[in-house]
């Protein structure tokens, strides 16, 4: 019985500890293809010094393979993922521990906008499941001409509200909507954050604005085709 | 052993406390306890210990001895042939399928990723009349641009959905295999460290316990 357990935990641990290896080690190979060995490792080497950070190695990775999809010189890969493995060092400190993949590239992406640290140490604290949308409305109201500041409260009073990533990015559909219709980006704000309030049901749109609901074949959403059409 | 009688003989419980049923099988016991002690058991023979702690001492072996044994001398295995079956499959398929499979280069293999989950179709448009061919890449597909967009009514106008999982994704179209094209249309960019755009689609869950008031 000792022995049987014994050879299939063998049998287990083998399979496992080589498919994943096989995982890491095949993952950079689109990148060795197109650089070389030599390029390829030192690449892969600021990819580990990530790991060792506890950074995700999945985003590192992929930095890498968009680089090399979109057929950058060996350096600037280097670079840019160098850049982003240092960006993503930065952005784990503001959410510490969580090392969510999404969350931590988003903090990465807001520290680089210029979005308030203490805010987003806020808003993590407060909502952690939604703290990535939070940032994109964030990000989509100040594109649309709301004050920094006025972005931010509003997507300050949607978490203590209570509303969800899916209805906090409606805010910059809505606000973007009234400046259509005339609205200072301010006023429009305005009206926005004070439509904002606990314990309703009313769901603004859950994708991009122009991603309406076209019918699928699995019973998912879909966006229609863009206004060019 | 019914664990009341169990009980008993640990002393944890009177004879009193036991059932009708038991009290006759717990006299029984006391009977033979009785008998065992009253046969006379004396002490174990002077120097029995050591002599049986020489014996398993002498039968021992250093740990890595034991796992050189255990991998060079012939070993038999009982194992279900349902479980040998399913492990050599596993092995077998690990071996034998190519190297692409290992990561979800496909969106099937997203899709595949997402069972269980919430998930969005997605229709990636771009308005291309010159273009022999359109695919779209982002952080979904690993940045493969094998997910071809079609134009069967040959307008130009060039179109294809995607099965993404809730949340913020980066992309980026690829023009005739050579010419990559920053989405005109997206809602929003994020700059890809290489001196482009990309484009960033935000799909979110359900709703939450708030709202906007109308």
Known sequence: MVRRGFFTASIVALGLSSTALAAQTDDLARVRAA??????????????????NELPRRLLVEKALEGTAKRMPADAVLAAVTTLERELRAAATVVWPDQDA???EKTADALRHGIDRALLVELHRERPEEFPMMIVAIEDLIHVGVDPDVAEDMVRAAATSGLSGHETLGLPATVRRLVREGSTPRDAASS????IRPGGTDVPPSVDERFRDVPSTAGGRGRSIPPIL | MNKELNRYLDGELEPNELSAELKGEAEAWDAFLTDVRESGASEAPVGLESMVMDSV???RKAPWSRLIDWWVNPQSLRIRPLIGLAAAAAIATFFLLPNDAVLPAEP????????????????FVLEAPEAQS????GDFNDWSPDIG??????????????????GVHKYMFLVDGQQWVTDPLAERYTEDGFGNRNAVIAITGGAGAGSLAP
Do not use: C, H, S
């Open chain 1, 192 to 195: 926005v954050r004070a439509g």
């Open chain 2, 149 to 166: 967009l079609a134009d069967p009514d040959g307008d130009g106008i060039w179109a294809g959905r995607v099965r993404l999982a809730p």
């Open chain 2, 134 to 137: 359109v695919a779209v890449a």
């Open chain 1, 102 to 104: 999404e969350t931590l």
């Open chain 2, 108 to 123: 099937a293999g997203a899709a595949t990723a997402l069972v269980g989950e919430e998930a969005v179709y997605v229709q």
């Open chain 1, 35 to 52: 650089y070389g060995e030599v390029d390829a490792a030192r690449i892969a080497a600021v990819i580990q010094r990530g790991v060792d």
């Open chain 2, 57 to 59: 001492r002498a039968e």
